[in-house]
């Protein structure tokens, strides 16, 4: 009986970091080597080289193609899906539908919107080029905005992901933090590198924001860019004056996808009054492909204790404002 010609064929993994692919500790490439004892398999940086039947390789190849389109598409592998993919193929199966899911983290965690008005957010999104999700703090405003970012970066539906807020102080002084300009703005940034975290490998997050693919910015530096095929994000928008936001909404290019977040309740400007995002919404309104998401207290995702703390503040706002009208006081009918 004649012998299967061997072939030798390299394979590139594309879109990928090994890294990632292969597991820790080469974990996956030694489960895969076990799943095709027929093969011989070198993997050599960002490509893997497969020696063995012809019928075998070409094999190999489609259903590596699909553990790399998983991993593109959920962001995370397990032995299980390693099984999966090398035994029957994942590439032609759909994998079930988890409606609320928006993109799967580290880890295999599952980012998911967990309220109405994420969901709401996460729908308007479909028919909308810029939306603003303006609500309470810890409704999950940015961070559902995020992960609807980095799942358009995965599906290839845009190039670049860009993150901005302005770096207005809250309390503190800019001029008296330690270090250059960058490590001076670090700190207003760091909740978007938060959330980033949560969501693409360490290592394949300071690859994409070394080569630009993920950019965070202060607002200052938008000024004079036009931003195609790019998912932007601009932050804590409270803090923005109206023509900054004006500024900043014309930076929107070709095939672009803007979200404005923001909580009107915590805007740290000088004079609260010069805050653009209510005047840019009111503006807004009503064009077509422009939504708004108005997050509430119910929204509220953090501690318990978040949503009584957020309760509380406002009524003492409201007993402050109720003051400051004449023929009213707290507790009487008008």
């Known amino acids: 009986m004649a012998m299967a010609e061997e072939v030798g064929k390299e394979i590139a993994v594309e879109g990928v970091d090994p890294r990632e692919l292969y597991g820790a500790q080469n974990v996956y490439l030694e489960q895969i080597k076990e799943l095709h004892p027929q093969l011989k398999l070198i993997a050599r940086g960002s490509s893997l080289k497969v020696l063995g039947p012809g019928a075998a390789v070409e094999r190999f190849e489609k259903r590596l193609e699909g553990l790399t389109a998983y991993y593109l598409k959920y962001g995370h592998i397990s032995t299980e899906v390693v099984a999966q993919a090398f035994s029957g193929g994942i590439a032609q199966q759909e994998m079930p539908a988890d409606k609320d899911v928006i993109v799967y983290g580290n880890n295999g965690n599952t980012i998911r919107a967990r309220t109405v008005n994420q969901q709401r957010l996460v729908s308007l999104y479909d028919d909308n080029d810029l939306l603003f999700a303006v609500g309470p703090a810890g409704s999950g405003k940015t961070y559902t905005a995020i992960a609807l970012a980095v799942r358009a970066l995965r599906e290839k539906q845009v ?176």
């Open 159 to 334: 190039r670049r992901i860009v993150l901005t807020r302005p770096a207005v102080e809250a309390g503190e002084k800019l001029g008296f933090l330690p270090g250059d300009m960058k490590e001076k703005l670090d700190p207003y940034l760091q909740p978007l590198y938060d959330a980033l975290n949560d969501m693409i490998p360490a290592a394949k997050l300071a690859k994409f924001m070394e080569e630009g693919t993920v950019q965070i910015a202060p607002l200052a530096y938008m000024r004079g860019r036009t931003l195609d095929h790019a998912f932007v994000i601009l932050d804590e928008a409270q803090n923005t004056t109206l023509s900054q936001i004006k500024m900043f909404l014309t930076r929107m290019g070709r095939n672009a996808r803007f979200i404005v977040t923001g909580d009107v309740t915590q805007i740290d400007l000088p004079n609260r009054r010069d805050s653009g995002l209510t005047q840019a919404i009111e503006i807004l309104r009503g064009v077509e492909h422009i939504g708004v998401v108005e997050f509430d207290r119910r929204d509220i995702v953090r501690h318990p204790l978040v949503k009584h703390i957020v309760e509380a503040f406002d009524k003492r706002t409201e007993m402050e404002n109720a003051l400051k009208r004449p023929g009213e006081r707290p507790g009487l009918q008008k």
